[in-house]
């Protein structure tokens, strides 16, 4: 069991909102084991002329940030675990969530992000479109940073039944952007809840 003083945050990007209910699954399950957590949204990096191209990519950008606040470097800073999601950009992370991850280097210098943990979860158009893929890939720049990676495993009765991954949280929007299943739902609750757990045992090592 975690306790308010393990604190989690949530970052993600998300442009259509499958990502986003997967986030707030994973916000629920962490919250449940006891944690601290903060929900933030990445901010977008393509200038209003390109995002004008998508029909409501703008005004569901602003609605995100002004729901959860723009991800800063204070919150990873204040995090002893960050659960990172991205919907999957041809078989990898958004650039998006990159450009923040990106940032961070300041903090890596001062080995201010030394053991605090990690996981990742992911949204995909198509069931072979990248779950896999993308989660593993964001696995290299978390380890350069100093991160340790919690995975799921086959720790929770859904994930054997084919629902998530045993490397983090997953869901399939298909081409209608379908929200996550119930089931995708238990697995990012389930997530967040383990990560907290972890990371409520961990952060005493890392002080
Ligand atoms: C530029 C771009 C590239 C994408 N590449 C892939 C891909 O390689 N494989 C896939 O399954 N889906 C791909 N998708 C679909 C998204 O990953 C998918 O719709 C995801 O659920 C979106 O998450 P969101 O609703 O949180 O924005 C792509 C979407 C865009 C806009």
């Known amino acids: 069991m975690a306790d308010k003083s393990t604190n989690v945050l949530v970052l993600f990007y998300s442009r259509d909102g499958a990502v986003e209910a997967l986030a707030q699954g994973i916000a629920e399950g962490a919250r449940e084991a006891g944690a601290e957590v903060r929900l933030r949204r990445v901010p977008d990096i393509v200038p209003p002329a390109v995002m004008a191209h998508v029909p409501g990519w703008e005004e569901r950008s602003k609605k995100m940030i002004a729901a ?4 800063t470097l204070d919150d990873v800073a204040w995090a002893d675990a960050v659960l990172f999601g991205t919907p999957t950009r041809f078989g990898n992370v958004s650039a ?5 991850v990106d940032s961070l280097g300041g903090l890596w210098f001062q080995g201010k992000l030394n053991g605090k943990i990690a996981g990742v979860f992911v949204s995909t158009g198509g069931p072979h479109g990248g779950n896999e893929s993308t989660i593993t890939s964001f696995y290299i720049p978390l380890a350069h940073l100093g991160f340790i ?10 994930i054997m039944e084919g629902h998530g991954t045993p490397y983090g949280s997953s869901m399939v929007a298909g081409p209608s952007n379908q929200p996550p299943t119930p089931a995708d739902l238990e697995v990012a609750r389930h997530q967040g809840k383990r990560t907290a757990e972890v990371a409520a045992v961990t952060k005493s090592l890392r002080a």
Do not use: M
């Not at 959860?68 to 991800?71: E, K, P």
């Not at 998006?96 to 923040?100: R, S, W």
């Not at 990676?149 to 859904?158: A, D």
């Open 68 to 71: 959860y606040g723009a991800a």
């Open 149 to 158: 990676i919690v995975p799921n495993g086959y720790t929770h009765p859904r």
């Open 96 to 100: 998006e969530l990159k450009a923040f």
